[in-house]
């Protein structure tokens, strides 16, 4: 399953790195995140509770973030599992200069999932994942301009 | 599978199901039970509570009133395919519910469940935007009523609070030519993409098309931009090409191993021509 998106931030690259990256802000960010704990650098145990109207699961997973290159781009890796099912997948994410201290966030990611989610839901899915992503990079979006942006 | 353990109630009144949704935590309406059951048997969806509304006598029904056809959220679909009143105050209507599941899904799912659950592939959402459904929500301080083109949020999601109930559905009820057009997924029956039109049209002018989609996106949507281009227009099959090629404009169509996006939106194109053209003669 592919999940692709672009996102804009009124901010340097520099400083948005800093942002997606800031364990902090994850935890705050991620939607539905109920902890996360550094196991290692760049490395986390996660667990999130996500889903769509009543259809909601709790995942626990491993997240990495590997082959980072501040400030143009790095991936984070996936491993999850929950009673709906697993996930297992790759982020790859590029912040590119948009000029006039902007930055422009390319999201490419790459997703395997199975068990009874997909059984039955694979076709809520892939929305959801974009719909989550979406709610993620939102919040990162206020994060990283601020209240007032 | 079997369902993790829930709790069941029968509510025999409205009231009585809001008092029930009030005083439980994790409560969820069952109605025909048609998208729950399953979901709770795969226990994608664990309710600690099911409220059951399909008793509710008051819930069910079709009827006129000021040229309006009201039917409770509890009607079958069955129930709307046999009415000799939907056949005539809305064949838009009549023309989706005999081609929704099978015989034995229709005798027990409803029309209110379907448009509460919100599934991007199911029929009512294109039928009920395209004919600017008014959807009458039941909560703790009344009723409020809310045009379909507001009801649907999302994927599976729509205005309704945890603590309301759909209650009944007003249409209008002047016989408007309607068609219903659907590409069934061969295995379950759903809406690969389903197109929901309503047309008039006098001396060979176009009064006002609506056309409402389903199964093509997460959620339906009206296709204004089709819409827009039809009203007021002289009929001509070369208008109605024209007009139905950007049915799919600006589209994220949803993507599966039944249809890729590509296809959908091809569908989306095609399925709205042959509508157009069953209405409009052309």
């Known amino acids: 399953m592919r999940i692709d998106g672009t996102f804009s931030f009124n901010a340097n690259p520099e400083h948005v790195w800093d942002v997606l990256l800031d364990p902090e802000a994850l935890?705050?960010?991620?939607?539905?995140?109920?902890?996360?704990?550094?196991?290692?650098?760049?490395?986390?145990?996660?667990?999130?509770?996500v889903g769509i109207a009543q259809f909601k699961g709790t995942y626990d997973g491993n997240v990495s973030i590997q082959d980072a290159h501040r400030p143009d781009r790095y991936e984070i890796h996936v491993d999850g599992k929950g009673r709906p099912g697993w996930v297992r997948g790759v982020g790859k994410i590029k912040l590119v200069d948009a000029g006039n201290g902007a930055t422009t966030v390319e999201v490419e990611g790459d997703a395997t999932i199975g068990g009874p989610v997909f059984s039955i839901g694979s076709r809520f899915v892939p929305p959801a994942a974009k719909m989550l992503m979406g709610q993620f990079f939102n919040a990162m979006k206020k994060r990283v301009e601020g209240p007032a942006g | 599978m079997h369902p993790a353990p829930f709790a069941y109630k029968a509510a025999h009144s409205v009231e009585e199901a809001l008092q029930l949704l009030r005083s439980h935590e994790d409560a969820k309406i069952l109605a025909g039970g048609h998208s729950l059951i399953p979901?709770?048997?795969?226990?994608?969806?664990?309710?600690?509570?099911?409220?059951?509304?399909?008793?509710?006598?008051?819930?069910?029904?079709?009827?006129?009133?000021?040229?309006?056809?009201?039917i409770g959220s509890g009607t079958t679909h069955r129930e709307i395919e046999q009415s000799h009143l939907v056949a005539e105050a809305s064949p838009l209507l009549a023309s989706v519910a005999p081609q929704i599941g099978d015989v034995q899904v229709r005798h027990r799912g409803t029309f209110g469940g379907s448009l509460a659950h919100a599934d991007p592939a199911g029929d009512w959402p294109a039928a009920a935007l395209a004919v600017d459904a008014e959807l009458v929500i039941a909560g703790a301080h009344g009723t409020r009523t809310v045009h379909a083109s507001e009801f649907f949020t999302g994927m599976l999601t729509t205005v309704i609070e945890p603590d309301e109930i759909l209650t009944e559905i007003k249409v209008p009820g002047e016989g408007t030519p309607g068609i219903y057009l659907k590409h069934r997924n061969a295995a379950s029956g759903y809406a690969t993409v389903g197109v929901a039109v309503t047309a008039t049209h006098d001396h060979g002018r176009i009064g006002t098309v609506t056309i409402g989609v389903t199964g093509a996106t997460p959620v339906a949507f009206r296709a204004s931009i089709v819409e827009h281009a039809l009203n007021g227009h002289a009929v001509s099959a070369h208008l109605l090409d024209e007009?139905?090629?950007?049915?799919?404009?600006?589209?994220?169509?949803?993507?599966?191993?039944?249809?890729?996006?590509?296809?959908?939106?091809q569908l989306v194109k095609v399925m709205v021509r042959r509508a157009l053209g069953k209405l409009l003669h052309a």
């Open chain 2, 39 to 70: 979901a709770l048997k795969l226990r994608l969806t664990q309710p600690a509570v099911l409220i059951d509304i399909s008793k509710i006598s008051s819930l069910r029904g079709i009827r006129r009133e000021n040229g309006k056809l009201i």
């Open chain 2, 243 to 265: 007009a139905a090629s950007h049915a799919a404009d600006g589209l994220e169509c949803l993507s599966d191993i039944h249809a890729p996006a590509a296809y959908r939106s």
């Open chain 1, 27 to 49: 935890k705050a960010c991620i939607p539905g995140c109920q902890s996360m704990t550094s196991t290692g650098e760049n490395t986390y145990v996660i667990t999130l509770t």
